[in-house]
């Protein structure tokens, strides 16, 4: 089975400051990642997946993600944060045979202060 | 735009009680899926289903059990409700082959179990 950990459980970080959240994951011959956003009392929405091609992949709302299969990571980032990127941040893994299913890391909570 | 929608947004039932938490998707997926989220754990697979009356199991599968009869709604049921089910319960869907397997999310029923 996969495995997706995610070192931060918690990020803090002033407005217009850049954040970084981590992901790595289990090595696998093919692996498809994603990055979901969860604000509060709400489902999860995609930010942005890699799936072949270029190793940098950009999202919505600013993010940008980059596959590095070396380091099997694929670190979130953004230039600089607003208030509202205040959410719950998972990513995801699906490699191999798994019948569709995805496996998710813990979430990074990124809270941007004023 | 995928449509993914949950029976309740909040439940709240007692001890011993039979539950049922409706899915449905409005986008012919194939792939349907239960998790139940809870602070720290991040999202825990309960059951999938790949196609109508077949299921898997996921992580978590105790204590619960569902149902595909049609290919649009996936049941979770809580055959007698126990205190340590009180939990986020997330529906998602995915389409077999597609997209990498980006799963779309429902908005989420909270359950509490008194």
């Known amino acids: 089975a996969q495995s997706v950990t995610q070192l931060d459980s918690q990020v803090p970080v002033f407005e217009e400051a850049p954040v970084e959240l981590r992901c790595n994951y289990s090595s696998s011959v093919s692996v498809y990642l994603f990055w979901y956003v969860q604000y509060p009392n709400q489902g999860l929405q995609l930010l942005l997946k890699?799936?072949?091609?270029?190793?940098l992949v950009k999202g919505i709302n600013g993010f940008e993600a980059e596959f590095n299969k070396s380091q099997t990571s694929f670190h979130l980032r953004k230039p600089s944060v607003h208030i509202s990127d205040t959410a719950e941040y998972f990513c995801?893994?699906?490699?191999?045979?798994?019948?569709?299913?995805?496996?998710f890391g813990r979430g990074t909570q990124l809270t941007v202060w004023p | 735009d995928v449509k993914v929608t949950q029976s309740s947004r909040y439940l709240v039932k007692r001890t011993g009680e039979k539950v049922f938490l409706e899915c449905v998707q409005d986008m012919d997926h194939e792939n349907m899926f239960w998790y139940r989220q809870d602070p720290g754990l991040g999202l825990r697979l309960i059951y999938f289903?790949?196609?109508?009356?077949?299921?898997e199991k996921g992580d978590i599968p105790e204590g619960y059990s569902v149902s595909r009869e049609k290919k649009e709604r996936f049941s979770l049921i809580l055959e007698s409700a126990s205190t340590n089910q009180t939990s986020m319960y997330l529906c998602?869907?995915?389409?077999f082959g597609t997209g990498g397997y980006e799963q779309y999310f429902g908005p989420g029923t909270r359950l509490t179990v008194t």
């Open positions: 998602a869907s995915s389409l």
């Open positions: 890699y799936l072949s091609g270029s190793t």
């Open positions: 995801a893994v699906k490699g191999g045979s798994t019948l569709g299913r995805l496996y």
């Open positions: 289903s790949y196609d109508v009356k077949m299921k």
